[in-house]
């Protein structure tokens, strides 16, 4: 299968208005996983955070280069050295390609730059353990659920999220 026309890139202050439309067009993603639709001020509340903690980066998936169509968010050496924490995989609600096509070669992107170019040598996410397709989606990416869950607050009510991770093998 040949790679859909994606870059990612980082974001910076001068894409947060391309940040904001696309949490705005992604409000499957933000009512699922938080229970209400972005706020107006979300990007801006976001990078905040990025720049606070000093330990994340956004990277934004870029169609051709051109639009926005996906935002990863990444901590590095969470919860341990040598870890990243993979906060979100947001995607538009509408996409030019298949959505798992899209998140799939994102991650592996992802994956392949932290694998040459970091220290990191092992990824983590949380998903809710209600979400049946998310939690496929990232099985068949090769990551593995472990022992451990995560009970956090969505919207009105507290969701169990089960913690995935892969390890991150090769040269580099």
């Known amino acids: 299968m040949a790679p859909p026309p994606i870059t990612l890139k980082q974001i910076d202050a001068d894409g947060l208005p391309a940040l904001q439309a696309l949490y705005e067009a992604s409000a499957d993603y933000f009512i699922r996983h938080s229970g209400a639709a972005a706020r107006p001020e979300q990007a801006a509340l976001t990078y905040r955070d990025v720049l606070e903690w000093g330990d994340r980066v956004l990277l934004g998936v870029w169609w051709e280069r051109e639009s926005l169509i996906g935002c990863l968010d990444v901590r590095f050496d969470h919860p341990a050295a040598g870890i990243a924490w993979l906060g979100a995989l947001i995607l538009r609600d509408e996409l030019p390609a298949p959505r798992e096509e899209i998140g799939a070669w994102s991650v592996r992107i992802l994956e392949e730059w932290l694998r040459t170019a970091t220290p990191i040598r092992e990824v983590r996410l949380a ?46």
């Not at 022992?147 to 991770?165: A, D, K, M, S, Y």
């Open 127 to 172: 998903a809710p353990a209600s979400a049946r397709e998310e939690a496929r989606f990232w099985v068949q990416l090769g990551y593995r659920p472990l022992p451990e869950t995560i009970r956090q607050p969505i919207g009105p009510r507290r969701e169990r999220l089960i913690v995935f991770t892969r390890k991150l093998e090769g040269e580099r």
